[in-house]
């Protein structure tokens, strides 16, 4: 992990990490909560559940846990996954594992400041900003064929591209999709908040990974991120994935995040 005190751009370690676990996404259909931390319903679209993070409470770590697990039960749930974050406060990491907790997932939280970056894409990758209903369809598709999640009905896909156009007339962010040989392979989204651009929701086809297409898409949300203003890019990205692309164009690693299901049936 990087020094604290170093940053990237202007903003500290700190601000990175309190950024990296203030990230939160709230899914049509879902359910929210804020309390000692924030907890997520996610619809049956999105598999389900409840989401825990951003601890910040003067409780102990096992009375913030149990009031993360009996919010739970109440919206009739039964699985807690609770991503860790260096700034929580208390840490809950050793009360989850106590509890027997199995330990899901890991992503590593990566930052840059965005001036001077430059992102080499091969000439046949074409990134381009989403704003038409077939676009809207062209995400759906690829993010079904990663995420394995239930594919958007019309009315679903009439609703995202709402979002999608109100975030780019507000100047909030964009969603983005890239191209190989004229088909959509790869999309993801970026989000200003607080001088950050927040890079979420990539998703590369199999078939076409390695060809250039996250690049594609990861140039162009740093363009846009610059053009509403932001000075660092963060991003969350998987081990085995986008951390070693993102790593080469000179992001740094400034920590992780886990995640820990729990069941509460």
Known sequence: MTERGM??????????MRASAAWIW?????????????????????GGGVRASMVQSERDAAAVLDHAV???????????????????????????QRRGAEHADTVAVFARPI???????????????????????????????????HPLDEAGL????????????????ARVLARLDGSAVSTGGCTVVDGF???W????????????????VLAERLRIGAELGASTAIVKGRISTSAPILARAGFTHYGDERAYVLNVA
């Open 7 to 16: 940053s990237a751009g202007r903003h500290s370690l700190d601000d990175i």
């Open 158 to 173: 009439h609703e995202e591209l709402a979002e999608v156009t109100a975030a780019l007339e507000s100047g909030e962010g």
């Open 70 to 96: 009996e919010r739970t039960r109440a919206w009739g749930e039964p699985t807690l996954t609770f991503w860790t974050n260096a700034s929580d406060r208390p840490e809950l990491e050793a009360e989850l």
């Open 197 to 199: 651009v927040r890079l």
């Open 115 to 149: 001036a001077g970056l430059s992102v080499e894409v091969p000439a046949d990758a074409v990134a381009e900003v989403v704003r038409t209903l077939e676009q809207v369809r062209e995400v759906d598709a690829v993010n079904v064929g990663v995420w394995e999640q």
């Open 201 to 216: 929701g990539a998703a590369t086809l199999p078939q076409a990974r390695g060809r250039g297409a996250y690049r594609a």
């Open 26 to 46: 709230i899914p049509r259909g879902g359910d929210h909560e804020r309390s000692d931390l924030q907890l997520v319903r996610y619809p049956e679209r999105f």
